[in-house]
């Protein structure tokens, strides 16, 4: 019984040599010239006699058991093992010389003759034709990409008359032979198989040098007391030596292999890489620490392929457990707020909370209603904070704050290429980045029908496709989404799907506005004197018993964001606990009230102003809708036909 594998130890410069090449051979006579080859070369090579799939059997047996770095086969099986191994394959196919000899072996037989081909390998028509015009005959060509498709061929052959099979190896051989026909095996030469083995024994050379210089790049940059960042073109980070680990308190695998730009100013402070320009001597400060780092470009030829950057450690290293912590705050990750952060002593926000902690504790989806500034995140925080999926991510994204086509692939992410300038290797939605935890949709009700559609489906088949890919990916993130404005109103206009409402309404939780729970504002605005008191090193106790009256009675268009800002303005620009003339000026503005005539000055779809400059009677126009509109700032931008950005921005100009 002949061996199927054979395997050679040969001693060179005292050394055992083991075998770093395997080949496949499919006809005996091709295994006989394999071996002879290899020994003649001094090059000990572990022969497999099989094809296709057996070969791919027989080949992972063998690199189970030795560390293999080159594979030597020839026609379909070469295409095969390429797709089944990460190994390199050198093809070793027979030359045209050899074909020719087996066609004019074939005529010798019939006139009747099929060429038996791997699709990767087949003839070109023109190479075809010439080859029929040499032997004087026909040549009908099949194409195999398996043992059981060369089956099938040979009796398909069979039945259209072949009565000679060339190709398919020795398996087309003895197939051709049971099915009753003739079988002539493309012969490989030696010349083929030499030349194979040279090109195998340059490859492995290749990858030991290339072994041998980064094992000796690694053991230099690993025992550098400098701490070594380096990104390639496409600004990817291949270097993180452990110093740059042991200054940064980054493990190297969180950094290795990602882009330097997602990681700006969430792992790696964004002075450290900037653009690429070179920098030398550089102080930075990363809290406590600070290091003195160098930035050097990588220049071939005029063209930058890459960029290092080298620091030192010269103050003490924040703590690695703060890294991480900042490193999730900074990403938005995880959920900053809790309910102890809400600041209430109204029975209404008592109640609010109450149920907003019974929604927290369930894994349904909740709608969340309220007003611009009434804090719509700080519930959905502290919802996550308190259910079971607290120790997972909590993303949360705007869905007013972006196009239709960059929220889409935010959402959902992108595959590499699916539009120009998308990142190489795609990225991720922000869907699969909540997996496991929760994903906050504020402002829902501005998404497109479009969108709602793909929503819809993440909701009720909890998996999520990237922009231009065709992989499904299945997710489990519960969602929280907000509103300001009435959903069940878009509905009945064909704004908003039906479906998706109900599927989003599950839960509803309302927030009420400020001048619903006018009792809050002292307690608030003691938080925020304390906030900005320490923000910008102040002492400011109290607020004037007069400005307090005002706030009281003020509709708060903008909640309690717009009471936050009015607070921080008023620490800014207070003068020994004293209002300041021209904060006096700016709460006039602020707080005045409309009167009755104001709102009553409406005939229909009519407005009467007084006549004055047009910035003045643009004031009172906007003034007189507000009026109209109960201080619902949204309906005053759509009523004005502009933004709501818009909208602020003019209000803060008058």
């Known amino acids: 019984m002949r061996k199927n594998c054979c395997v050679k130890q040969m001693v060179r410069g005292g050394d055992l040599m083991k075998p770093k090449i395997a080949v496949t051979s499919s006809y005996p006579e091709l295994t006989t010239l394999f071996r002879r080859v290899s020994e003649e070369m001094a090059t000990p090579a572990i022969v497999v006699e099989a094809v296709l799939e057996e070969a791919v059997q027989k080949l992972q047996e063998v690199l189970n058991q030795h560390k293999i770095e080159v594979i030597i086969s020839r026609g379909g099986t070469a295409e095969t093992l390429k797709k089944n191994f990460s190994i390199p394959v050198i093809n070793a196919d027979a030359t045209d010389f050899d074909i020719l000899q087996a066609f004019w072996k074939a005529r010798k037989v019939s006139h009747h003759i099929g060429f038996f081909t791997y699709d990767h390998a087949r003839l070109e028509s023109d190479f075809l034709a010439g080859m029929e015009e040499i032997i004087g005959c026909p040549i009908r060509q099949f194409i195999y990409s398996n043992i059981k498709e060369l089956q099938e061929q040979i009796i398909a052959a069979k039945k259209s008359g072949v009565e000679v099979v060339v190709g398919g190896g020795n398996t087309g051989v003895q197939l051709a032979q049971k099915a009753g026909m003739h079988g002539v095996l493309v012969y490989t030469s030696r010349r083929a198989v030499v030349r194979a083995f040279q090109r195998a024994l340059e490859i492995i050379e290749l990858r030991q040098k290339d072994l041998e210089q980064t094992q000796w790049l690694k053991t230099i940059i690993d025992h550098a007391f400098d701490g070594i960042v380096a990104l390639n073109q496409e600004r990817e980070i291949t270097v993180f030596n452990p110093a740059a680990e042991k200054i940064l308190g980054l493990p190297r695998e969180k950094v290795l292999s990602r882009s330097a730009d997602t990681l700006v100013s969430t792992l790696l402070p964004a002075p450290l890489l900037m653009d690429g320009t070179e920098e030398t001597e550089k102080v930075l400060r990363l809290g406590d620490a600070q290091i003195v780092f160098n930035r050097v470009p990588i220049m071939v030829e005029g ?300 005939q229909g779809d009519t407005i009467t102003v007084r006549e004055g400059t047009l910035e003045e009677m643009e004031l009172e126009i906007i003034r007189k809708l507000d009026a109209k509109m109960n201080g619902n700032r949204t309906l005053l931008a759509q009523k004005l036909g502009i933004s709501r950005t818009t909208l602020w921005k003019k209000l803060k100009e008058f």
């Open 303 to 602: 063209q930058n392929i890459g960029m290092v950057i080298t620091f030192q450690d010269v103050t003490r290293v924040q703590r690695l457990e703060q890294r991480i912590r900042k490193e999730l705050y900074n990403k938005g990750l995880i959920s900053r707020f809790n309910f102890d952060d809400i600041v209430y002593c109204s029975s209404i926000m008592e109640k609010t909370i109450e149920r907003a902690k019974q929604f927290g504790r369930t894994d349904s989806t909740v709608l969340i209603i309220g007003e611009s500034g009434t804090g719509k995140e700080l519930f959905a925080h502290s919802m996550h904070a308190i259910s079971d999926r607290r120790k997972g991510p909590f993303v949360a994204i705007n869905c007013a704050a972006l196009p239709e086509n960059l929220l889409e692939s935010e959402l959902f992410g992108y595959e590499e290429g699916a539009f120009t300038g998308a990142r190489k290797g795609g990225k991720p939605g922000l869907f699969e980045l909540a997996h496991g935890g929760t994903i906050f949709l504020d402002e829902i009700g501005k998404i497109s029908l479009n969108l709602q559609a793909r929503l819809l489906r993440v909701l009720q088949e909890k998996e999520v496709r990237r922009v231009g890919g065709d992989r499904i990916i299945p997710v489990d993130v519960r969602v929280i989404s907000a509103a300001n404005e009435d959903l069940n109103r878009a509905v009945q206009n064909g704004e908003f799907r039906s479906d998706l409402y109900f599927r989003l309404n599950v839960l509803n939780l309302k927030i009420p506005p400020l001048r619903e729970r006018k009792e809050d504002i002292p307690v608030l605005i003691n938080h925020f004197l304390n906030k900005f008191n320490r923000k910008f090193d102040k002492k400011v106790t109290s607020i004037p018993s007069y400005l307090k009256e005002l706030m009281l009675s003020y509709s708060w268009p903008g909640n309690v964001r717009e009471l936050e800002n009015i607070i921080e303005r008023y620490v800014i620009l207070e003068q020994n606990n004293q209002a300041s003339k021209e904060l006096e000026c700016y709460f006039k503005e602020t707080f005045q009230q409309p009167d009755r005539s104001e709102v009553n000055c409406w």
